[in-house]
């Protein structure tokens, strides 16, 4: 008879850069079953609607996540914008969407190299974390920070990005991808890490389907499910599929993640070349009334953004789904029957972000 454990996994552990916290039921060194527990962090973030109004609210969202804070702020003005029906410039649509796909390979690299730190590949994840280097300078000098950027607001853009800057980004586009493809064909080719990968966490179309699994997580299983077919801000204009994988496994959501920086680079080189001339902002005026969920895509899947305003300066609500919420069930399932030593990666392959989901 096999001996069966519960082993505490986390919150801290010395390959997880998330406290995320796991009961792992084994048997012998074989995961049976693994029971998350929710609630590690608690910042009130949601509760802060009662203190700070709709405008300030703004700087708020960015904070529920450094990694893809841009697209906090994006989702939670696009849900005020659609409740006072306020037009934004196209040129503000497209500043939008370029920041947007900056922060999705700055999210991108970031895991890919904390993913070959877990494998124990140093070299890999210092070169990732050069690159992702590069995409922090192209934010620093566009909109004056490197992890809270402040630029979005409800009507627009607070800043604009010369033509000359434009270029810039465009050269370091080339520099990236050119690096990029190296890194990536060593990283794909060795074997340690398709025997680490490959055929482990398998989850496939239909339960990745039934628990509601969103982003790469969705499309490494061969779900094509992605918010910025819907068309908001400039995606409308820009031409791309969806990535994905039919596998299902570790190596499917890892093969997702990276051609996912690529299609940035290509969906950046488009919003560049079609950018218009014209204002960055639109005039708000007065309150907002009424409620609206916006749905937006950040790397690691669909974020959902409800607000509830009532005609004064304050919200009644505020509520924020993480794709990382909506990707726990999947994990859970693709960690039944895993060894132990899995763990971790497994856990990585979904690119957790903890402070997203508790905020």
Known sequence: MSDRTIIPFGPQHPVLPEPIHL?????????????????????????LVEKKDFQQYTYVAERICGICSFMHGMGYCMSIESIMDVKIPDR????????AELSRMHSHLLWLGLL??????????????????????????????????????IGGVRKDISSETLKKINETMNVIEKELTELTAVFFKDSSVKYRTKG???????????????GPMAKASGIPFDMRTQGYAAYKYLNFEP??????????????????????????????????????????VGNPNGEYFTRVEQPRGEVIYYAKANGTKFLDRVRVRTPTFANVPALLETLKGCSLADVPILILTIDPCIS????
């Open 356 to 359: 997203c989901t508790e905020r």
């Open 200 to 214: 482990v966490g398998v989850l496939s179309k239909q339960l990745a389907h039934d628990l509601g699994a969103v």
């Open 23 to 47: 009961d792992l039921v084994l048997e012998d060194e074989t995961v049976v079953e693994a029971i998350p527990q929710i609630g590690y962090i608690h910042r009130g973030l949601e509760k």
């Open 92 to 99: 503000a649509e497209y500043l939008r969407t370029i920041w």
């Open 243 to 284: 990535i994905i994988d039919t596998e299902g496994d570790s190596y499917a959501r890892t093969n997702v993640r990276i051609k996912e920086i690529f299609q940035s680079i290509d969906l950046i080189r488009q919003a560049i070349s079609l950018i218009p001339e014209g204002d960055i902002k639109t005039k708000v």
């Open 116 to 153: 070959a730190d877990a494998f124990g590949f140093e070299s890999l994840f210092m070169h990732s974390w050069r690159l992702r280097e590069q995409v922090l300078d192209v934010f620093e000098e566009t909109t004056g920070g490197r992890v809270i950027f402040s630029v979005c607001d």
